[in-house]
Nanobody
Framework: QVQLVESGGGLVQPGGSLRLSCAAS????????MGWYRQAPGKQRELVAA???????NYADSVKGRFTISRDNAKNTLYLQMNSLKPEDTAVYYC????????WGQGTQVTVSS
């Protein structure tokens, strides 16, 4: 079992920045992938960014150039630096961990509004 705890969400004005963190604990395997998904009201959950243990990354087109995903393998922690935030980035952001199974965090709310 793997437990994921997200933090760092909140309310920010358009153009602002936030940094999300996701701490993983439990049975962490050396080969895994982690990522951030988001779900806005009335919409399906979508992939925002993903990173594998070797460091390769993948981003949704809507966040390329604005968001940066990173991980600290020694701390089993995943990060998402979000810059130039837009109102359409408003959503609940979920951390995801994948090895032989898929695990989800509880989600953290990000609201971009003036």
């Amino acid at each position: 079992q793997v437990q994921l705890v997200e933090s760092g969400g909140g309310l920010v004005q358009p153009g602002g920045s936030l940094r999300l963190s996701c701490a993983a604990s439990g049975s962490i395997f050396s080969i895994n992938a982690m990522g951030w998904y988001r779900q806005a009201p009335g919409k399906q959950r979508e992939l925002v960014a993903a990173i594998i243990v070797g460091g390769s990354t993948n981003y949704a087109d809507s966040v390329k150039g604005r968001f940066t995903i990173s991980r600290d393998n020694a701390k089993n922690t995943l990060y998402l630096q979000m810059n130039s935030l837009k109102p359409e980035d408003t959503a609940v952001y979920y951390c995801c961990y994948v090895d032989y199974a898929t695990y989800w965090g509880q989600g953290t709310q990000v609201t971009v509004s003036s």
